[in-house]
């Protein structure tokens, strides 16, 4: 019901450019009428993918031109209707897509935008090399409606239109998917979403390929439309620039970005083409860099957002949120409050825990080196059923690094990781959360822009099929850490604690059988400290199997089984707090040879 | 067998040649991308300003008719790079700065999308801009070395001809670097860039203005490219729309040559440089721009290390 009135403004909109359209008389203007629509695809196909990536292609043209070429020579050399050319140029720009991405990909930031630039600039001169300086579609007397060739050019404008809707309600109906929420995590942090058991790398390649066909498809009909084909006119650098920048100016992220852009862009400059294109040949070209330059200085992020966050404002005294909001986070966790129980490490209940329980991660004689650097050396120790495992060591004792080989984002040189018995070693990040491993991060790594829920959610979609499910899980694990009353807050605007506290709760959304806690202390005050050690305790409480690296050994002390100790990537001891506290080792690792004397023996 | 083995020593030279100049070209975007860590797409349209302003002084200013059409060229040449020098100081404080160096920690990102974005808005400007100014007429700074040639040999009933203009330009390529690299490791302003680029932060805790460092890095940056620029505009036509081919051998040269280092990107220009002219041998020469594009499609693949500089990002 809500999807369908939110859709009320996109078919107001096509409506009211049709009529508009069919009342148009000069034959320019129905061409530059024409080209709005052309050009909002286009932009709608780049912003699908880099609009909710975050990787900016600069490579669109390469799709775009695919796209027309297949249409120009295959109606040139088999005869084919662009009516069943448009489709084949939909599928090769998907193909091409592909192909493109999953080299691609491997890069990331600027790497993947120099990348992606160079991919039309060698296909244009290969095109050119080949013959095809300029191709023009034949006409077709007899039948021209079979070969899309209109007298009446409103009705391109019509059939663009057409295709700009289609366009639209596909990118709507991916951005409210588990698709689209999947893509925007890997914006905000790819590395989180990957631990958070999204694969990344099978997400970025649905998006580009679908960018692809849809680029594809408009670059056909663009052909048609124009009906001569040069290189630098489908795949220059002009082409792809002109994706980027309608969506730019109108705003990424969003379906009416490239459209309002576009609305606004392409008659600007069609028309200023048409005025003072014979004195100002590239005038064109000016307007739109002046257009990105401005968008950038001005609104980062576009007309609409800028429009919107103006409105907002305008609006906003009047759902202010209160300033005391604060006090409900803090208030938050100790509604439930729970007493630490520092008998339940070491004493009653876990004696026969410990040592009993069946080994739920197994690490065997990892090794990992980076040149000359050991440093992860040849590690082992298993983790029990509902055991808290503290890991600690000296600063660059290599306890991140063990963490980052146990949830997939290094590889290990040697080594295996057995969970459940299953070796799992060498797996992608997301295969290893599926497979049951959670963690949070030293550095947060929070999606900043989403809410709490929305966080949360990403984390739950590895375990569920539905998004009602994954709602409930997310809800389940929000309710856990004690976040519940702020679960609508946006993440950017939490404090530490409540950080940590969400990373917490996204990894349990994932039903993970060990978690692995990297510094959720650090940066807390002493009770937001011991807020996120009772959440712990619950977990653990609750039957939770857990390894945690913490430098607080106050804090370490009263929630753990036992201790890893790591020094130059190699454990030195492993045992019970008590005894690992008091041995000479750990001593000196930590604070040098000469205190060694002074320890309590 | 005589002729091949002559055809190959001739585009090894040519190569050796042209590798200097795009070295020298590689050198000044190497040193904006070390320095500020800013993708700067619209570099090659600075370099395309430098040919265009050596072609000016050199035709329009009267240098042509000072220093005559040998020595000339080289004068108006040399002068582009403090012209366009005072350009990338502009277009540093105006619109760089804006989106880097200490302002970048508020942007998403660090502010590269900002960054890569704003430099492709500045890069069609000024290739459009410049078709509106300058036309679409191919321009070149010709001389009389452009067209002859120093014998070398024969050795064996082989001999190499080595392009005078292209000689020189070499020359002149190498003097730079070496001056280029005196100031980098000698000079104050050469040591307050390098603090600016090893660490940010620190250098700015020990006084040093690190927006300025990043405006110099700028300014010299685009002179020296603009100098690359006029020398290959002794023998290269080009056109308001050159740097965009030129771009990506500059970034291809960078990323060979490993991102930070100065010494590095002349060296991986001077690859490229080499690759270009061997390509000549086994591919037709409209593809020789697109074996750029191949080549450094595979760099960026398998050496992006030398790109990131730091590749473990801490978690």
Same mark, same amino acid.
């Given at each position: ?601 | ?83 366009? *020098? ?62 002859? *040639? ?68 700028? *300014? ?70 697109? *074996? ?24």
């Amino acid at each position: 019901m809500r999807g369908w009135r939110s859709l009320l403004p996109i078919l107001v909109f096509t409506v009211l450019y049709a009529a508009v359209s069919l009342s148009v008389t000069n034959s320019y203007y129905q061409l530059v009428m024409t080209l709005v629509p052309v050009w909002a695809v286009f932009g709608l196909s780049w912003n699908l993918l880099s609009g909710y990536t975050g990787l900016i292609s600069f490579g669109h043209a390469a799709f775009f031109g695919v796209g027309a070429y297949a249409v120009a020579l295959g109606q040139i050399y088999f005869d084919l209707s662009p009516w069943i050319l448009i489709p084949i140029a939909a599928m090769l720009g998907g193909a091409a897509g592909l192909l493109i991405g999953f080299p691609t990909f491997r890069l990331q930031g600027h790497y993947f935008a120099l990348a992606m630039l160079a991919y039309p600039l060698a296909i244009l001169y290969v095109f050119e090399w080949l013959g095809f300086q300029e191709i023009t579609l034949p006409i077709k007397r007899d039948n021209p409606i079979a070969y899309m060739q209109f007298a009446d050019p409103r009705l391109y404008t019509l059939l663009a239109l057409a295709m700009m809707l289609g366009t639209i309600l596909l990118t709507r109906a991916i951005e409210r998917s588990r698709f689209g929420m999947a893509l925007l995590a890997i914006k905000q942090n790819e590395a989180a979403a990957e631990a958070a058991g999204i694969n990344t790398l099978a997400w970025k390649l649905r998006a580009i390929s679908m960018s692809g066909t849809i680029a594809g498809a408009i670059g056909g009909f663009y052909a048609v439309v124009l009906l001569v084909v040069t290189p630098q006119s489908v795949f220059g650098m002009l082409v792809s620039a002109q994706a980027l920048t309608v969506a730019m100016f109108g705003g990424v992220g969003t379906v009416w970005g490239p459209v309002i852009g576009s609305v606004i862009l392409i008659p600007l400059a069609e028309t200023l083409n048409a005025e003072a294109g014979s004195r100002l040949p590239g005038i064109q070209g000016v307007i739109f860099g002046l257009a990105i330059v401005c968008v950038i200085l001005v609104a980062p992020e576009g007309l609409f957002w800028k429009v919107r966050d103006f409105l907002r404002k305008r609006s906003a005294p009047a759902m202010a949120t209160p300033p005391n909001a604060p006090d409900l986070a803090s208030a938050a966790v100790p509604a439930t409050p729970l007493p630490f129980r520092p008998e339940r490490s070491r004493g009653i209940g876990r004696g026969t825990g410990r040592g009993t329980g069946d080994v739920v991660l197994e690490v065997r004689n990892l090794s990992r080196s980076f040149g000359g650097l050991k440093a992860v050396q040849d590690v082992s120790f298993k983790l029990r059923r509902n055991e808290i495992l503290g890991i600690i060591g000296p600063n660059g004792a290599g306890k991140t690094t063990l963490f980052n080989l146990l949830n997939g984002f290094l590889r290990p040189g040697t080594g295996e990781i057995l969970l459940d018995g299953r070796d799992m070693s060498g797996r992608k990040p997301h295969e290893l959360c599926e497979a049951g491993i959670g963690r949070t991060f030293q550095i947060m790594r929070p999606f900043q822009r989403m809410s709490i829920s929305d966080n949360v959610m990403v984390g739950a979609y590895v375990r569920s099929r539905t998004d009602a499910e994954a709602r409930q899980l997310a809800a389940d694990a929000i309710a856990r850490v004690g976040l519940s009353e702020i679960a609508d807050r946006i993440a950017g605007q939490l404090t530490t604690k409540e950080l940590r506290l969400m990373e917490l709760a996204r990894a349990l959304a994932g039903q993970p059988r060990v978690l692995l806690l990297d510094e959720t202390l650090a940066g807390l005050g002493h009770d937001e400290a011991n807020e996120v050690v009772a959440v712990i305790q619950r977990l653990a409480r609750d039957g939770m199997t857990i390894a945690v690296i913490e430098h607080t050994m106050q804090a370490m002390v009263r929630l753990v089984d036992s201790f890893l100790v790591l020094d130059h990537g190699a454990v030195i001891v492993e045992g019970e707090p008590e005894a690992v506290t008091r041995d000479s080792r750990v001593i000196e690792a930590y604070l040098g040879k000469k205190w060694v004397a002074h320890a309590p023996h | 067998m005589t002729q091949a083995l002559e055809g190959f020593l001739q585009a090894l030279s040519a190569g050796l040649l042209i590798g200097a100049v795009y070295g020298l070209m590689c050198v000044g975007l190497g040193l904006i991308f070390g320095v500020m860590r800013v993708i700067n797409f619209a570099h090659g349209d600075f370099m395309m300003l430098g040919m265009y302003a050596a072609f000016y002084l050199f035709t329009a200013l009267g240098i042509q008719t000072t220093f005559g059409n040998v020595v000339g060229p080289f004068v108006a040449i040399l002068l582009a790079g403090p012209v366009l *020098a005072v350009f990338g100081y502009a277009i540093h404080l105006a619109l760089i700065s804006r989106v880097s160096g200490t302002r970048t920690s508020s942007l998403e990102g660090e502010g590269h999308y900002a960054q890569l974005i704003l430099t492709l808005g500045i890069a069609l400007i000024l290739q459009n801009g410049g078709l509106i100014v300058f036309g679409s007429v191919l321009a070149s700074i010709r001389t009389p070395l452009s067209s002859s *040639a120093w014998e070398l040999g024969p050795f064996f009933d082989i001999s190499v001809f080595v392009n005078k203009a292209r000689g020189i330009d070499a020359v002149v390529a190498f003097a730079m670097m070496t001056l280029l690299t005196l100031l980098i490791t000698r000079s104050r302003i050469g040591k307050s860039l390098r603090a600016a680029a090893d660490n940010p932060t620190a250098a700015t805790y020990m006084g040093i203005d690190v927006d300025r460092a990043h405006r110099i890095a700028f *300014a010299l940056g685009t002179g020296i490219t603009a100098i690359a620029g006029g020398l290959l505009a002794t023998n290269y036509p080009f056109h308001p729309f050159v740097g965009v081919d030129y771009v990506i051998v500059m970034y291809a040269g960078v990323v060979l040559g490993g991102m930070g280092s100065i010494i590095g990107a002349f060296w991986g220009g001077m690859t490229i440089g080499l690759v270009q002219q061997m390509s000549t041998l086994i591919l037709p020469t409209q593809l020789q721009n697109a *074996a750029i594009f191949v080549v450094f499609l595979l760099i960026i693949f398998f050496r992006p290390q030398g790109f990131f500089g730091r590749m473990v990002e801490r978690t």
